[in-house]
């Protein structure tokens, strides 16, 4: 179940799976025609591009709230803002 967060009165997605955070984005890059390809793996992250933009997203099989949101706000340019709520 979703909770509200306390101070910005938005639902909070809690951690998330790494394999749903990456299959959100690419199914919202779809629906905006941007372009998400995986671009090579560093040393703790694997590399995504975005529209020519390098988004790095940690091999972590769950990512935390903050670092999710992290990740979905360097995805704005391209996906809209506040896409993900």
């Known amino acids: ?3 509200r967060h306390p101070n910005l009165g ?7 799976k790494r ?5 959100r ?8 025609e941007a372009v ?3 671009d090579g793996a560093g040393s703790r992250h694997d590399i995504w591009i ?7 997203v940690p091999r972590h099989s769950e990512i935390g709230e903050g670092l999710a949101e992290s990740i979905f706000k360097q995805c704005e340019f391209a996906l809209g803002e506040r896409w993900w709520k």
Not at 50 to 56: E, M, R, T
């Open 1 to 3: 179940m979703r909770t």
């Open 10 to 16: 938005y639902p909070r997605f809690g951690d998330v």
């Open 19 to 23: 394999w749903d955070l990456l299959r």
């Open 25 to 32: 984005i690419a199914k919202r890059a779809k629906q905006c």
């Open 36 to 38: 998400w390809e995986f």
């Open 50 to 56: 975005l529209n020519n933009q390098k988004i790095p």
